[in-house]
C-alpha cells in the first residue's frame, strides 16, 4: 500500500513538471488578440454579424446530414437481415430504399448535386 501511494506521489510530481516546464518553453503569446478570439465556422466574430452567407454551403451541410441518418437506418436493416422474416424484410427495405431514390431524384432535378461553387 505504501509503495503504492509512493509511485503515485512520484508520477505526480513527475506530470507536475512536465507541465510547468511546458508552460515556460512554449512560444503562445497570450496577448495575441487573433488567438484568443473564438473561430466559428470561418467567420470573424468582431465582424457584423449579418453578413450573407451562402446557401449552397447549407445545402450540402443538409445533403451530408441526409446520408449520415440514411446509414445510421441501413446499418440495422442488414444486420436484421437473418432475423426478420425475408419477405417483410424485402418490403421494408424496398420502400426505405425507394424513398431514397426519390430524395435523390429531386435533390438532382434542384441541381443541389452541383458541386461547382
Known sequence: ???????????????????????????????????????????????LSRIPFSLHFFLITMIFLIFDIEIALILPMI????KVNFMIWWKVSSIFIFMLLIGLYHEWNQNM????I
Open 1 to 47: 500500500m505504501l509503495s503504492l501511494m509512493f509511485i503515485s506521489l512520484i508520477i505526480l510530481i513527475i506530470s507536475n513538471i512536465f507541465i510547468f516546464l511546458s508552460l515556460l518553453i512554449s512560444k503562445k503569446s497570450i496577448m495575441d488578440r487573433e488567438k484568443c478570439s473564438p473561430f466559428e465556422c470561418g467567420f470573424n466574430p468582431m465582424n
Open 79 to 82: 444486420i436484421t437481415f437473418k
Open 113 to 116: 448535386l452541383n458541386w461547382t
